[in-house]
T-cell receptor
Framework: GQNIDQPTEMTATEGAIVQINCTYQ??????LFWYQQHAGEAPTFLSY??LDGLEEKGRFSSFLSRSKGYSYLLLKELQMKDSASYLC??????????WGAGTKLIIKP | DAGVIQSPRHEVTEMGQEVTLRCKPISGHNSLFWYRQTMMRGLELLIYFNNNVPIDDSGMPEDRFSAKMPNASFSTLKIQPSEPRDSAVYFC??????????????FGDGTRLSIL
């Protein structure tokens, strides 16, 4: 079966750095997305990786290792507004998007 | 640019009633997705359309659910008859080419549905 694993919840301190991991087992791989979802709102696109390595976009970076079936989202200089759920999603060989359950990130002052 | 537009934003109705959710995708997007999100099951794909044609409806829970896309700018998701377990947030999303070009999906604000 197809599976994406993320921690259910993480807590971090304002101003710190946090890394949210995602591991996947899918039938084929055509890319990995990270989305942010604030409570009561829609998911919004954060990043996309298809090649191994690190993609940096401001305070957020996303890393991919296809051989390990592993990705992480790195958030630097955490702000209170970063409190949200972060969803990992993988495009399989049929270009179907497989979604993880999401990681709820709690930022404390 | 207008994003994906969903209506209504909230719907509260009694069990047994018909519910119709509406979605207008981003202009130019040819793939449309309907999702359901609950705390217990997370984000679930119900059905997706490519060029107005249903491609995969394996996620539709049962015959009470149906979806249509009569043209490129409008889709509906209908539940008849509705049941309390259908209570959830329903999202519509759109993108180009079903994601084959690895464009992200863009989500509407969702419809929060409560069946009493």
């Amino acid at each position: 079966g197809q599976n994406i694993d993320q921690p259910t919840e993480m807590t971090a301190t304002e101003g710190a750095i946090v890394q949210i991991n995602c591991t996947y087992q899918t039938s084929g791989f055509n890319g990995l997305f990270w989305y942010q979802q604030h409570a009561g709102e829609a998911p919004t696109f954060l990043s996309y990786n298809v090649l191994d390595g690190l993609e940096e976009k401001g305070r957020f970076s996303s890393f991919l290792s296809r051989s390990k079936g592993y990705s992480y989202l790195l958030l630097k200089e955490l702000q209170m507004k970063d409190s949200a759920s972060y969803l990992c999603a993988v495009t399989d060989s049929n270009y179907q998007l497989i979604w993880g359950a999401g990681t709820k990130l709690i930022i404390k002052p | 640019d207008a994003g994906v537009i969903q209506s209504p934003r909230h719907e509260v109705t009694e069990m047994g009633q018909e519910v119709t959710l509406r979605c207008k995708p981003i202009s130019g997007h040819n793939s449309l997705f309907w999702y359901r999100q609950t705390m217990m099951r997370g984000l679930e794909l119900l059905i997706y359309f490519n060029n107005n044609v249903p491609i995969d409806d394996s996620g539709m829970p049962e015959d009470r659910f149906s979806a249509k896309m009569p043209n490129a700018s409008f889709s509906t998701l209908k539940i008849q008859p509705s049941e309390p377990r259908d209570s959830a947030v329903y999202f519509c999303a759109s993108t180009l080419d079903g994601g084959h070009n690895n464009q992200p999906q863009h989500f509407g604000d969702g419809t929060r549905l409560s069946i009493l």
